[in-house]
Nanobody, 115 residues
Framework: QVQLVESGGGLVQAGGSLSLSCAAS????????MGWYRQAPGKQRELVAK???????NYADSVKGRFTISRDNAKNTVYLQMNSLKPEDTAVYYC?????????WGQGTQVTVSS
């Protein structure tokens, strides 16, 4: 049974910073991709950033240069450092783990950016 436990998030003013972390537990194949998605009210869930176990990263255009994803393979943990936050970054952020053909999701954590 794979579980993803997220932490971080909260309320911040525009221009501020927040960090998220997500720890995966259970039987996890070492070769995998971890990432963050977000869903704002009335919108579809979208990719924010993802990182492979080899360290390759992919970012949404809207967060490039502001967000940084990283991971600690020994801890099966992925991090998201969010800087220069904007009100349009407000959403529920979900951790995602892709292992072979299986996808797992965290419970989601709210990020709210006030203007």
């Amino acid at each position: 049974q794979v579980q993803l436990v997220e932490s971080g998030g909260g309320l911040v003013q525009a221009g501020g910073s927040l960090s998220l972390s997500c720890a995966a537990s259970g039987s996890i194949f070492s070769i995998n991709t971890m990432g963050w998605y977000r869903q704002a009210p009335g919108k579809q869930r979208e990719l924010v950033a993802k990182i492979t176990s080899g360290g390759s990263t992919n970012y949404a255009d809207s967060v490039k240069g502001r967000f940084t994803i990283s991971r600690d393979n020994a801890k099966n943990t992925v991090y998201l450092q969010m800087n220069s936050l904007k009100p349009e970054d407000t959403a529920v952020y979900y951790c995602n783990l892709l292992v072979v053909l299986n996808t797992y999701w965290g419970q989601g954590t709210q990020v709210t950016v006030s203007s």
